[in-house]
């Protein structure tokens, strides 16, 4: 079982229900909402839409993690996304940042930010590092083969499941050794990040043994490729797909479900809830 609370900067979480996290991407590229809030101005409004829609949590990014994206540099990722977190640093939600980057961390964490989700699985010393030295704020490890610009290239495993599963929990031990208490932690199986959609529906398949680790898990699934190829749709025709799979994912344990589509799946979710008597 997961930690009844969850620790997230200035928020302490009951993990009895799920949480939905709103995704704010401050990026021309993303691969489905690339472009749409890439100013600040539009990105900041978006977010304080998605916390009227029942966010509890907004993740900002400043550099696309699609497959086949190039990074972005130090000094433009800061640009993108200081200004959202300092303006919607007391919107009611807990605020995330999405960077792999340790100065990137350390400056969101210092204007407001209130969690880290690091699609690199905090495997940078660096990063390490930021996180240990500020005591409340939340972390997200995320596994990922290879890096974005190739990863979908030819994702290879002897068992996805295992390999997956001994990434995260080795990374949370060296959080937990270098002064992270567990009750930050976080973890995500990474979907699409390095897997085949059938590696992907494996790990959906196995989330009850990520569960059982003692982490929150978080899910990312929403209007993803894997729902594209067994739906045939294009990404913004992807709506119920991601919900099915958001629902799949909770009826399994995950506890954070990162969406673009926030209304939508919290009702989703809460009629699902009703009916289980849950």
């Excluded at 200035?10 to 949480?19: I, K, T």
């Excluded at 303006?87 to 960077?99: L, R």
């Excluded at 989330?207 to 990312?220: I, K, M, N």
């Excluded at 929403?222 to 594209?228: D, F, H, L, P």
Aim: hydrophobic share 45%; net charge negative; proline share 5%.
């Amino acid at each position: 079982m997961v930690h009844a609370k969850w620790r997230c900067g200035r928020f302490e979480f009951d993990l009895g229900r799920p949480l939905l996290m709103g995704i704010v991407n401050v990026t021309p590229d993303s691969f489905s909402d690339g472009g749409q809030h890439c100013s600040a101005p539009t990105a900041i409004d978006h977010a304080w839409q998605l916390v009227k829609s029942g966010a509890q949590i907004i993740d900002i990014g400043g550099e696309s993690t699609r497959p086949g994206a190039a990074p972005v540099s130090l000094e433009q990722e800061i640009e993108r996304v200081l200004p959202v977190v300092q303006a919607i640093k007391d919107c009611g939600a807990a605020i995330s940042v999405d960077t792999c980057k340790p100065a990137v961390m350390r400056a969101a964490l210092a204007a407001g930010a209130d969690m880290i989700n690091d699609i690199m699985g905090m495997t940078a010393a660096d990063a390490r590092e930021v996180v240990a030295t500020h005591p409340d704020c939340g972390v997200c490890i995320m596994h990922m083969q290879g890096e974005p610009r190739t990863m979908q290239l030819n994702p290879q495993y002897q068992d996805v499941v295992q390999e997956v599963l001994a990434m995260l929990m080795s990374q949370a031990g060296t959080l937990v050794s270098a002064g992270v208490s567990r009750e930050r932690i976080s973890i995500d199986p990474g979907f699409g990040f390095g897997k085949t959609l059938e590696q992907n529906l494996e790990l959906m398949r196995a989330l009850p043994r990520f569960c059982d680790s003692g982490y929150p898990v978080l899910l990312g699934v929403s209007r993803k490729s894997m729902i594209g190829a067994i739906t045939g749709r294009p990404v913004g025709e992807r709506l119920a797909g991601s919900i099915a799979a958001a629902l799949a994912g909770v009826a399994r344990g995950a506890r954070i479900i990162r969406v673009h589509d926030v209304a939508e799946t919290l009702d989703a979710i809460q009629v699902w809830q009703a009916v289980e008597q849950w």
